[in-house]
T-cell receptor, first 112, second 109 residues
């Protein structure tokens, strides 16, 4: 079984809709991250959390919110989706002892 | 903030060697990662350099010069499966990575 899972894997939604992307991990890591990836722009950090009570904005948090429901779960919400939020979204985890991050398989989101 | 510069694309033939350069400017530095990402898939960890010098791991090696803000990833004995994007990611510590846009390596027969 995968250590980091994301649901859904693909989603098409309409402008203005609220959508939630979910991430779960079995690695026992405290740190969790949400990134988006656009062609030519690389991975950009949206939000990150170093433990259940800690939430921090990344470089592109506008239009997004997150919830850390448990050590193993970190969800990303788009309150009112817009077309320029069409992207590939990755969740990642990291342990406190090192810096390496482990990525989930990604969610391809299309906003029409 | 951080600026990260790496070439957009490189092409090489099977069996050859390719060197992917990465230059960075950071407000703090605590090591540099290289990740490999196949199209539509998750990035996977390749290497981590925190001290100057060369780290070798099989066909892949990574070099770091902190004073020059420079790193490279060396891929030897290229195989078709090495066709992927390679992401340079310096870290300022505190568990945060900053990713470059990636270098697409195309391996031809």
């Amino acid at each position: 079984d995968a250590d980091v899972t994301q649901t859904p894997r693909n989603r098409i939604t309409k402008t203005g809709k609220r959508i939630m992307l979910e991430c779960s991990q079995t690695k026992g890591h405290d740190r969790m991250y949400w990134y988006r990836q656009d062609p030519g722009l690389g991975l950009r950090l949206i939000y990150y959390s170093f433990d259940v009570k800690d939430i921090n904005k990344g470089e592109i948090s506008d239009g997004y919110s997150v919830s850390r429901q448990a050590q193993a779960k970190f969800s990303l919400s788009l309150e009112s989706a817009i077309p320029n939020q069409t992207a590939l979204y990755f969740c990642a985890t990291g342990g406190t002892g090192g810096h390496e991050q482990y990525f989930g398989p990604g969610t391809r989101l299309t906003v029409t | 903030g951080q600026n990260i510069d790496q070439p957009t694309e490189m092409t090489a033939t099977e069996g050859a060697i390719v060197q992917i350069n990465c230059t960075y400017q950071t407000s703090g530095f605590n090591g540099l990662f290289w990740y490999q990402q196949h199209a539509g898939e998750a990035p996977t960890f390749l290497s981590y350099n925190v001290l100057d010098g060369l780290e070798e791991k099989g066909r892949f090696s990574s070099f770091l010069s902190r004073s020059k803000g420079y790193s490279y990833l060396l891929l030897k004995e290229l195989q078709m499966k090495d066709s992927a994007s390679y992401l340079c990611a310096p870290t300022s510590g505190w568990g945060k990575l900053q990713f470059g846009a990636g270098t697409q390596v195309v391996v031809t027969p």
